[in-house]
Nanobody, 116 residues
Framework: QVQVVESGGDSVQSGGSLRLSCLASGSIFEIYDMGWYRQAPGKQREWVATIRLSSGWTNYADSVKGRFTISRGNAKNTMYLQMNSLKPEDTAAYYC?????????WGQGTQVTVSS
């Protein structure tokens, strides 16, 4: 019932930057949280960051603190992940999620590749 679409993934060199976008639509209930997980081939999915849309409260995995910034967009139910000082270990498919009263919805993923 919630459509979640990510964009912005690309191939960059170590030390570069990318901005990922996430747009959600079709939710019956208000979306209260949005965030990101990432998954590299052969590895478990890893939580990256979360934002509470009402307040702007954010939380980050230790591996990305100081380098990534999650923020609300001006449009309703939009969100961005600014990724700076990218490292090869950031290489993964990045998945946006939304939380509302019905539960969690997921996007299809966008690929980020960082080369040394």
């Amino acid at each position: 019932q919630v459509q979640v679409v990510e964009s912005g993934g690309d191939s960059v060199q170590s030390g570069g930057s990318l901005r990922l976008s996430c747009l959600a639509s079709g939710s019956i209930f208000e979306i209260y949280d949005m965030g990101w997980y990432r998954q590299a081939p052969g590895k478990q999915r890893e939580w990256v960051a979360t934002i509470r849309l009402s307040s702007g409260w954010t939380n980050y995995a230790d591996s990305v603190k100081g380098r990534f910034t999650i923020s609300r967009g001006n449009a309703k139910n939009t969100m961005y992940l600014q990724m700076n000082s990218l490292k090869p270990e950031d290489t993964a498919a990045y998945y946006c999620y939304t939380d509302d009263q019905n539960g969690r919805s997921w996007g299809q993923g966008t690929q980020v590749t960082v080369s040394s």
